[in-house]
């Protein structure tokens, strides 16, 4: 594992430098349009474009628990893609130093026609986990998500709430350098969410670095000592988790709003 560049006394884990991600309207809808344009040929009109994100910079150190607050449309989903290594930036560059382990959405990544074991063994091979030590944790993973019964059967009939307790386990279970949680969360109940919430503590106090996602901001306080909140791409302010949760819910929640 690359420990990244120094940031004063701390490694870096996540850097975002001068990051940029433009996306053209339309642009997929007509292969031929899309030719047009590429070729320059006579007529041909360039869709428009929608900015995602624009200039963002921002470094997340070894071991720090990472929050991300935006209204929909703000960029958030985007920023976490290119961190994932799903998307490129059309600007910039972003630098992930360590093994990224990214639970983007409910089911992300899983194939519905297979079943839940044999999910959770593709998922851990992926991200480059031998089969012996996924099998050694098969039980610990069905265990934390409560789904011995259930390890057998294709996810295509899982509920969504059981597709999030199955993804959050996984990741408690197999090892990584950054883990990234986008809504998780979101549609399990409050017993569950509060295992989940205190499994993040433990990996950020033993020292993982976390980068978690959430339209809850009493679930962000709780778990994020650091918040970068994103308005229409930009980076509207990067600080302590009090401040910019204060800042961004009078913003958007105040009854002026």
């Known amino acids: ?6 940031n004063g006394a701390r490694p870096v884990a996540v850097s975002a430098r001068s990051l940029s991600k433009r996306y053209r309207l339309g642009e997929h809808r007509s292969l031929q349009q899309t030719v047009n344009v590429v070729l320059r040929r006579p007529g041909a009109t360039t869709p428009p474009s929608l900015d995602a994100l624009v200039d963002v910079n921002f470094t997340v150190n070894r071991g720090e628990a990472f929050g991300l607050v935006g209204t929909n449309g703000s960029g958030k989903s985007t920023l976490l893609q290119i961190l ?45 986990i031998p089969r012996e030590v996924i099998a050694q944790r098969m ?14 059967t294709p996810v295509k009939r899982f509920s969504s709430g059981m597709l999030s307790r ?3 386990a996984i990741a408690m ?46 679930q962000v306080s709780q778990v994020c000592d650091r918040v970068i909140w994103l308005e229409r791409g930009r980076v509207e302010r990067d600080g302590s988790s009090d401040q910019v949760l204060d800042a961004y819910e009078w913003r958007h929640h105040s009854p002026e709003t």
Do not use: W
């Not at 594992?1 to 120094?6: I, L, P």
């Open 1 to 6: 594992m690359s420990a990244g560049r120094e």
């Open 84 to 128: 994932a290594g799903t998307t490129l930036p059309t600007g910039g560059e972003m630098e992930v130093h360590g093994r990224v382990l990214p639970l983007l959405a409910v089911g992300a990544g899983f194939h519905g026609e297979l079943t839940g074991a044999e999910n959770v063994t593709l998922f851990g091979s992926s991200l480059g």
């Open 166 to 168: 199955l993804s959050f």
């Open 173 to 218: 279970q197999f090892p990584a350098d950054v883990y990234v949680f986008d809504e998780v969360l979101a549609v399990v109940d409050g017993e569950f969410q509060g295992r989940c919430i205190d499994e993040i503590k433990r990996l950020h106090r033993e020292g993982r670095t976390v980068v978690f996602v959430s339209h809850s901001l009493d």
């Open 139 to 152: 039980d610990a993973v069905s265990s934390f998500a409560e789904l011995e019964r259930h390890m057998d």
